[in-house]
């Protein structure tokens, strides 16, 4: 059978049609904008990003395609910015990159991106660290933190009565409430690698060294004995960021290690416990932000710089990054907490206030550490 | 058969066949390939990570698989055999439901359904039949992957044997009736013989797609070790950016397949010239 489409229904596509049509004919400049990361990402830029800049800039078109979830999705833009220069091509076709740090020394020693960050308005907002310096590289004045993500622990206070504020006090708890900590390993998602990579930090004592290299194998003798003791913890072993999340919903466990966003996400969708809080606790958890780019030869410089001018502008941070994702802002927060709805504002720092977090917010070690730790981590 | 029928059947099976090498036999020519470079060098380092790290893996997999087959085959064998003799519209079309229910699907509904407090306990507490305090989890486990699988192969295998009793003569069921064979006497000395080559050939398909299972082990296995190998194959690739071991993982579960290929061909070509 073959559906009809309704007369009506086909004269708004036509009419949609025509007007697309002509406002694309009327538009000067058309922005292409390439996003790594899930659909939540390509979705925020399309649906989010992309209407409210085009209606406040007549004239530009933003054109927003998603280049894959993880790392990988990051890597392909850098390799297609590589390729366009190796043939030599006078005007790239990415005008504004959204990548993850793990890609930025290739973006800069290839010469790939623009120092163009001193150059926007919203330069002198932004304070972060990781702003300055991804996983022990120096990035100063190439990236504009777009958000900064976080694992913290969250727990449920009708089992934990007092939350652990140290990783020493974590472990007794564990140990007096078997199986009622749960966190998904390594293989299921990212909260169980920034756990695992914080316990690593915690027992070596050696974070500086990892997140700010030189990259030194000998840093590493701790980590077979660490591991193992992580691994002979009564703890329930889930399967990924979503699982942990559903068993604290559940309540089959009390406490795990979450992407903050995806906890805050859920309470917004009503698809979890409300009375859920969260926790960092001494000496913290990694977290990581993605940063906008803007490629070298972008064929529309000056709008590609207006577009992450207007993304980290304290409105837009405020409204989207913070009410709508449960992301920490990319600039600095005490520009964005006035414009931030005071339910939002206590989701978001009732339970880790910014002072906390830019005590305990960590970075992901150097690439090598890294990899290395999740190899120790399936072999011991 | 002579030359020119020979070419004549090589020439219509050129179109396929080129398919099958550009989309299979090549990509596996370079899998194996990959599979011994390690740091762009020959080498058998992906196979000892894969025995240092996934023997015990390799061995999960094919339990999960093997039980999951056995258990998928006892119930459509009998099932099938109530249906195609006493037949019974309204359970046929039940049992045809998996068939249209995506992996990930099956995953997630399982997993909610199984989990410690998930729909299955809820519902038996309710009763007093579990201790929500302290409940058994099906979900998590081994027996929860087996659970889904037989769950979703079950609607392929109904098809497929089901199928295979309907072109059972019917003149050999009544012959065995006069004789005053039980439904179960029917099944097991007149279908399920008759039947044998088709129940071959889905044990096979079933077989090495249990093998390949990914989503489901993946929402409803537990997280830690042993893990079934596309999981490995998946953390391989995109947490260790290590397509070595992954191409190797990847031989591993061809040679696994391969076996019951073989015998799965053997069976269909036998009657032939």
Same mark, same amino acid.
């Given at each position: 059978?073959?559906?009809? %489409?309704? *007369?009506?229904?086909?004269?708004?596509?036509?009419?949609?049609?025509?007007?697309?049509?002509?406002?694309?004919?009327?538009?000067? %400049?058309?922005?292409?904008?390439?996003?790594?990361?899930?659909?939540?990402?390509?979705?925020?830029?399309?649906?989010?990003?992309?209407?409210?800049?085009?209606?406040?800039?007549?004239?530009?078109?933003?054109?927003?395609?998603?280049?894959?979830?993880?790392?990988? $999705?990051?890597?392909?833009?850098?390799?297609?910015?590589? &390729?366009?220069?190796?043939?030599? %091509?006078?005007?790239?076709?990415?005008?504004?990159?959204?990548?993850?740090?793990?890609?930025?020394?290739?973006?800069?020693?290839? #010469?790939?991106?623009?120092?163009?960050?001193?150059?926007?308005?919203?330069?002198?907002?932004?304070?972060?660290?990781?702003?300055?310096?991804?996983? $022990?590289?120096?990035?100063?004045?190439?990236?504009?933190?777009?958000?900064?993500?976080?694992?913290?622990?969250?727990?449920?206070?009708?089992?934990?009565?007092?939350?652990?504020?140290?990783?020493?006090?974590?472990?007794?708890?564990?140990?007096?409430?078997?199986?009622?900590?749960?966190?998904? $390993?390594?293989?299921?998602?990212?909260? *169980?690698?920034?756990?695992?990579?914080?316990?690593?930090?915690?027992?070596?004592?050696?974070?500086?060294?990892?997140?700010?290299?030189?990259?030194?194998?000998?840093?590493?003798?701790?980590?077979?004995?660490?591991?193992?003791?992580?691994?002979?913890?009564?703890?329930?072993?889930?399967?990924?960021?979503?699982?942990?999340?559903?068993?604290?919903?559940?309540?089959?466990?009390?406490?795990?290690?979450?992407? %903050?966003?995806?906890?805050?996400?859920?309470?917004?969708?009503?698809?979890?416990?409300?009375?859920?809080?969260?926790?960092?606790?001494?000496?913290?958890?990694?977290?990581?932000?993605?940063?906008?780019?803007?490629?070298?030869?972008?064929?529309?410089?000056?709008?590609?710089?207006?577009?992450?001018?207007?993304?980290?502008?304290?409105?837009?941070?405020?409204?989207?990054?913070?009410?709508?994702?449960?992301?920490?802002?990319?600039?600095?927060?005490?520009?964005?907490?006035?414009?931030?709805?005071?339910?939002?504002?206590?989701?978001?720092?009732?339970?880790?206030?910014?002072?906390?977090?830019?005590?305990?917010?960590?970075?992901?070690?150097?690439?090598?550490?890294?990899?290395?730790?999740?190899?120790?981590?399936?072999?011991? | 058969?002579?030359?020119?029928?020979?070419?004549? &059947?090589?020439?219509?099976?050129?179109?396929?066949?080129?398919?099958?090498?550009?989309?299979?036999?090549?990509?596996?020519?370079?899998?194996?390939?990959?599979?011994?470079?390690? #740091?762009?060098?020959?080498?058998?380092?992906?196979?000892?990570?894969?025995?240092?790290?996934?023997?015990?893996?390799?061995?999960?997999?094919?339990?999960?698989?093997?039980?999951?087959?056995?258990?998928?085959?006892?119930?459509?064998?009998?099932?099938?055999?109530?249906?195609?003799?006493?037949?019974? +519209?309204?359970?046929?079309?039940?049992?045809?439901?998996?068939?249209?229910?995506?992996?990930?699907?099956?995953?997630?509904?399982? +997993?909610?359904?199984?989990?410690?407090?998930?729909?299955?306990?809820?519902?038996?507490?309710?009763?007093?039949?579990?201790?929500?305090?302290?409940?058994?989890?099906?979900?998590?486990?081994?027996?929860?992957?087996?659970?889904?699988?037989?769950?979703?192969?079950?609607?392929?295998?109904?098809?497929?044997?089901?199928?295979?009793?309907?072109?059972?003569?019917?003149?050999?069921?009544?012959?065995?009736?006069?004789?005053?064979?039980?439904?179960?006497?029917?099944?097991?000395?007149?279908?399920?013989?008759?039947?044998?080559?088709?129940?071959?050939?889905?044990?096979?398909?079933?077989?090495?797609?249990?093998?390949?299972?990914? &989503?489901?082990?993946?929402?409803?296995?537990?997280?830690?070790?042993?893990?079934?190998?596309?999981?490995?194959?998946?953390?391989?690739?995109?947490?260790?950016?290590?397509? $070595?071991?992954?191409?190797?993982?990847?031989?591993?579960?061809?040679?696994?397949?391969?076996?019951?290929?073989?015998?799965?061909? +053997?069976?269909?070509?036998?009657?032939?010239?």
């Amino acid at each position: 059978m073959r559906r009809r %489409v309704p *007369g009506g229904r086909m004269v708004g596509i036509l009419v949609m049609l025509v007007f697309g049509w002509v406002g694309l004919v009327a538009a000067q %400049v058309t922005l292409n904008v390439v996003t790594a990361g899930d659909t939540n990402m390509h979705d925020l830029q399309r649906n989010v990003f992309a209407p409210e800049f085009e209606k406040r800039n007549p004239g530009v078109k933003i054109n927003a395609v998603g280049s894959g979830p993880g790392d990988p $999705g990051s890597r392909v833009i850098a390799n297609k910015l590589k &390729s366009q220069k190796d043939a030599g %091509v006078a005007k790239w076709d990415v005008d504004v990159a959204i990548v993850h740090q793990i890609v930025m020394p290739d973006l800069i020693q290839q #010469d790939l991106v623009a120092k163009y960050a001193p150059e926007i308005s919203t330069w002198k907002l932004m304070t972060a660290a990781d702003g300055r310096n991804a996983l $022990g590289f120096n990035v100063e004045g190439y990236v504009m933190p777009m958000f900064h993500s976080q694992v913290a622990l969250a727990y449920n206070p009708d089992m934990v009565q007092s939350p652990p504020n140290t990783f020493e006090e974590l472990v007794a708890w564990i140990k007096g409430n078997p199986k009622k900590f749960g966190y998904n $390993g390594v293989k299921g998602g990212m909260s *169980g690698v920034a756990f695992t990579t914080g316990w690593a930090y915690w027992k070596t004592g050696l974070y500086e060294k990892y997140a700010k290299g030189p990259y030194d194998k000998s840093t590493q003798a701790g980590w077979p004995a660490a591991i193992k003791e992580l691994k002979s913890l009564p703890v329930t072993l889930t399967t990924g960021n979503n699982d942990t999340l559903d068993r604290l919903n559940r309540g089959e466990i009390a406490m795990g290690p979450v992407w %903050v966003d995806m906890l805050i996400d859920l309470k917004n969708q009503g698809r979890m416990d409300p009375k859920i809080r969260m926790k960092l606790i001494s000496p913290g958890f990694p977290g990581q932000p993605m940063y906008l780019v803007v490629p070298k030869q972008a064929a529309n410089y000056q709008a590609a710089k207006k577009y992450v001018e207007f993304i980290t502008s304290p409105e837009i941070q405020a409204k989207v990054i913070v009410e709508r994702n449960g992301w920490y802002p990319g600039i600095d927060g005490k520009h964005v907490l006035p414009h931030v709805s005071a339910k939002a504002k206590s989701m978001l720092f009732q339970d880790v206030p910014p002072d906390e977090l830019a005590k305990y917010g960590l970075s992901f070690p150097l690439s090598q550490h890294f990899k290395d730790l999740l190899t120790a981590y399936e072999e011991n | 058969m002579r030359a020119s029928s020979r070419l004549l &059947s090589l020439a219509i099976a050129a179109p396929p066949l080129a398919i099958v090498v550009w989309l299979f036999f090549l990509p596996f020519l370079s899998s194996a390939h990959l599979s011994f470079l390690r #740091d762009g060098a020959w080498s058998l380092g992906n196979y000892a990570l894969v025995w240092r790290l996934y023997r015990f893996d390799v061995l999960y997999t094919l339990w999960i698989s093997v039980v999951s087959l056995v258990l998928v085959l006892g119930i459509a064998i009998f099932l099938c055999g109530y249906l195609r003799i006493v037949g019974h +519209r309204a359970v046929e079309f039940l049992f045809k439901v998996p068939l249209f229910v995506p992996f990930v699907v099956v995953g997630h509904g399982m +997993r909610v359904l199984l989990a410690p407090r998930g729909t299955l306990n809820s519902a038996l507490a309710q009763v007093g039949l579990v201790d929500l305090g302290d409940p058994p989890s099906i979900a998590f486990t081994w027996l929860g992957i087996v659970v889904s699988l037989v769950w979703k192969n079950l609607a392929l295998a109904v098809l497929l044997v089901l199928g295979a009793y309907r072109a059972v003569d019917e003149a050999y069921l009544e012959a065995a009736r006069n004789f005053g064979a039980s439904v179960y006497r029917q099944i097991k000395d007149i279908l399920l013989p008759m039947a044998a080559p088709s129940l071959v050939v889905a044990s096979a398909f079933m077989f090495t797609s249990m093998l390949a299972s990914f &989503s489901i082990p993946l929402m409803i296995g537990g997280g830690e070790q042993p893990q079934m190998l596309m999981v490995d194959v998946y953390y391989r690739i995109n947490y260790q950016n290590d397509l $070595g071991t992954a191409n190797a993982l990847g031989m591993v579960s061809y040679l696994l397949a391969m076996g019951v290929a073989g015998y799965y061909l +053997r069976t269909i070509t036998v009657k032939e010239f």
